[in-house]
């Protein structure tokens, strides 16, 4: 079945320690992959894309996020988490040939000073 | 320039009552998209449009309608309310399919009782 998997739910770091989210998803070609972020009572804010080529893109506010087509990841990762990085993040593909984006159920990062 | 907005922000509505939540975009998407947000399951698809006029099933979409007469506004409706429909809805507009970023809206919190 198709899906998209994030499989930590709650993530806890301290500031200025290195990070890494997790997301697999399942279909049959590459789709289009996508990472957002809602921070508290606020609507969800695109940090990155990819479609195709290098295997690693940058976004907004620091974050990268490698595609790994042998692994169906498309994992983010930040070097130096701060405070304000606070939030849930979705990990969302868009299959091709299709009008939607299905999105994973999200992981609720938490940063200590 | 608003993005998109989202009317109401908040609403609490007995079993049974009806609502319409407006959505509306300033930014000429043809795209547009109604989710509804419930803990631990991510975001989930209602319905969707591609276009002045068009309408479109999502992932669930029993027990709403939804309506787009003019382009830059979307309409979701709930014709009877079930406490199953209490959830958080966001609207999202995009340019055109799914391998363009979708703009969300801030969300409207409705509660059924």
């Known amino acids: 079945a198709q899906s998209v998997t994030q499989p930590d739910i709650h993530i806890t770091v301290s500031e200025g320690a290195s990070l890494e989210l997790r997301c697999n998803y399942s279909y049959g070609a590459t789709p289009y992959l996508f990472w957002y972020v809602q921070s508290p009572g606020q609507g969800l804010q695109l940090l990155l894309k990819?479609?195709?080529?290098?295997?690693l893109v940058q976004g907004i506010k620091g974050f990268e996020a490698e595609f790994k087509r042998s692994q169906s990841s498309f994992n983010l990762r930040k070097p130096s988490v701060h405070w304000s990085d606070a939030a849930e993040y979705f990990c969302?593909?868009?299959?091709?040939?299709?009008?939607?984006?299905?999105f994973g159920t999200g992981t609720r990062l938490q940063v200590f000073p | 320039n608003a993005g998109v907005t989202q009317t109401p922000k908040f609403r609490v509505l007995k079993t049974g009552q009806s609502m319409t939540l407006l959505c509306a975009q300033d930014m000429n998407h043809e795209y547009m998209y109604w989710y509804r947000q419930d803990p631990g399951m991510g975001l989930r698809l209602i319905h969707y449009s591609v276009g002045e006029g068009t309408t479109a099933k999502g992932e669930v979409p029993d027990g709403y309608n939804v309506s787009r007469l003019k382009k830059q506004n979307f309409l979701l409706g709930l014709e009877s309310a079930a406490p199953s429909q209490t959830s958080v809805y966001f609207c999202?507009?995009?340019?055109?399919?799914?391998?363009?970023?979708?703009?969300f809206g801030p969300g409207t919190r409705l509660t059924v009782t």
């Open positions: 990819y479609f195709s080529g290098d295997t």
């Open positions: 969302a593909v868009g299959p091709y040939n299709t009008d939607k984006l299905i």
């Open positions: 999202a507009s995009s340019p055109a399919g799914n391998s363009y970023e979708q703009y």
